[in-house]
């Protein structure tokens, strides 16, 4: 839709033309909350390379094992939000959580050179505490959306692609606000990025504590997101939050144990999968054409795995290169490496109504589900081989034009905007109804896994060594790079070659 019409006041009226307020008042909330995580994540490497000085290849794994986790905990969010707590509490709990973390990085950024040790304490507290918040957050703010409406509403669409811009307005917005204050060249101004990321998050919580009662409710009125029913004694408020401490404390320790003492978040993750795999396809009860369908969801979260873990390098090894080897002065102002992190949020503002006209332009010359995800894999790879083209045979120490980077970052978006979407769809098509839930977590699962893998790939930033990745060794940051250009793209080919096989088990009928 146009994106102007976002915000006309005649959309605030409830009517069949306009959207609920509800609507808006998650819009504003869900923007707040991405503002505060990506535009700490756009700070973050830079902060542990600059101010907390661990090498590149420590900060990536963790910047790993974090986004990993963040995909973990919704898992277990969004099952306490179903069966104890209802959407509202775990929304305000996750906020307030991801804001005392910031808090805690805020005081760790403050301290770091007088006392070191609090601070490494108070950084990995501050970590977990925004892995446990987000697990509670994410999974029930998206969920509220489409309750605000009947079921079938011609509107509900147009709903998620205003809920969708939210996101990434905040995600365009934090990495320019945090980067602004925070990464000004001056290791110790990284506080003020991370209080503005604490701020951004506690006014998304007022916005929902002030606004919900009066328009977050469903078509009959009646108030969404309510405890569910339940016959069962109430739990003391103090044994709830206790069990919050708790929580967020395992967050902590699971955090920096992979990170200090044993890297094990991989074998979890793919145990996981393997577990709820043995657990479905052993399932007596489902049908042969189901058992088909879902194997066409495990094919495809596979594929997700290579095109996240090259995707993430924007909150890693993309940083170190706009930081180190992209001529970022224009003379009257130094541009932060933290802002390049804006631009996909800017480029999916602005290329997704026209990707979405585009499908619909194309009726039924519309390519099938895995072909947009095989499309949205090369344009990953090709995004990768603009910026490999972009240091080829360029000198140590030679800084390039800050447009082979925005050039990237525009394919990487078009990349996304074929994958994303149309994966997560897909799952909710494809998936029977008593393992909904369940396949969901594959999802989650493979973005996980990515997330890890990206910070493991990042580590291999070839910064004055040479790395070395399944016998393919990297000198330089064009073999670098190419190693993403092969990754995706021959995860791509294949995928192209497996769509008629896909098409086929997706709609075999029962």
Not at 102 to 129: I, K, P, R, T, V
Not at 438 to 456: I, P, T, Y
Request: net charge positive.
């Amino acid at each position: 839709m146009d994106q102007s019409e976002i915000l006309k006041p005649e959309l605030l009226h409830d009517t069949p033309k306009g959207h609920p307020k509800g609507l808006y008042v998650l819009f504003a909330t869900e923007m707040w909350e991405r503002f505060n995580y990506y535009g700490m994540r756009a700070i973050l490497v830079l902060f542990m390379t600059k101010a907390l000085l661990f090498d590149k290849a420590f900060a990536s794994n963790l910047y790993g094992s974090y986004t990993g986790l963040v995909y973990l905990t919704p898992l277990i969010g969004g099952f306490v939000a179903d069966r104890y707590w209802g959407n509202r509490r775990s929304i305000v709990t996750g906020g307030l959580l991801m804001a005392l973390g910031e808090l805690f990085m805020f005081a760790c950024a403050s301290l770091y050179q007088s006392n070191a040790d609090l601070s490494a304490f108070l950084f990995f507290s501050g970590l977990g505490f925004m892995i446990a918040g987000n697990g509670f957050f994410k999974p029930n703010i998206s969920s509220m959306v489409g309750q605000l409406y009947p079921a079938g509403d011609k509107r509900l669409d147009a709903a998620y692609t205003i809920f969708y811009m939210g996101i990434n307005v905040g995600g365009a917005l934090g990495p320019f606000i945090c980067g602004y204050v925070g990464d000004t060249g001056n290791p110790a101004d990284f506080k003020w990025a991370f209080l503005a990321a604490a701020i951004a998050m506690v006014l998304g919580v007022l916005v929902f504590i002030n606004l919900r009662d009066k328009y977050v409710k469903n078509p009959e009125g009646v108030l969404l997101g309510l405890k569910p029913e339940q016959t069962g004694k109430e739990v003391s408020p103090v044994l709830v939050y206790l069990a919050l401490m708790v929580f967020s404390g395992v967050c902590v320790g699971l955090l920096y144990i992979d990170a200090r003492v044993y890297s094990y978040l991989s074998y979890l993750l793919l145990a996981s999968v393997l577990g709820i795999a043995y657990m479905i396809f052993s399932d007596k009860k489902l049908t042969g054409v189901e058992k088909k369908k879902i194997s066409v969801i495990f094919v495809v979260a596979f594929f997700v795995v290579f095109f996240w873990s090259a995707f993430e390098q924007a909150g890693a090894s993309l940083t170190f290169f706009a930081e180190e080897s992209t001529q970022r002065d224009l003379g009257f102002f130094t541009v932060p490496a933290s802002w390049f992190s804006s631009l996909n949020s800017v480029f999916v503002v602005t290329f997704a109504p026209l990707l979405a006209w585009l499908w619909v332009k194309l009726g039924k010359k519309e390519p099938s589900a895995p072909t947009k995800m095989a499309i949205g894999l090369m344009l990953l790879a090709i995004g990768y081989y603009v910026i490999a083209m972009g240091v080829d045979n360029v000198g140590s120490g030679v800084k390039v034009s800050m447009m082979w980077l925005i050039g990237m970052y525009a394919f990487h978006t078009w990349g996304e905007l074929c994958l994303s979407p149309i994966g997560l769809s897909l799952v909710n098509k494809l998936a029977p109804l008593k393992f909904a839930s369940l396949l969901m977590a594959v999802w989650f699962l493979a973005n996980a896994g990515a997330n890890v893998l990206s910070g493991k790939l990042s580590s291999l930033y070839p910064d004055t060594k040479t790395t070395n990745f399944l016998g393919y060794e990297m000198h330089n940051l064009h073999e670098f790079f190419m190693l993403f250009v092969f990754m995706a793209g021959t995860a791509s080919i294949i995928l192209f070659f497996l769509t008629k096989w896909l098409q086929r088990t997706m709609n075999t009928k029962g």
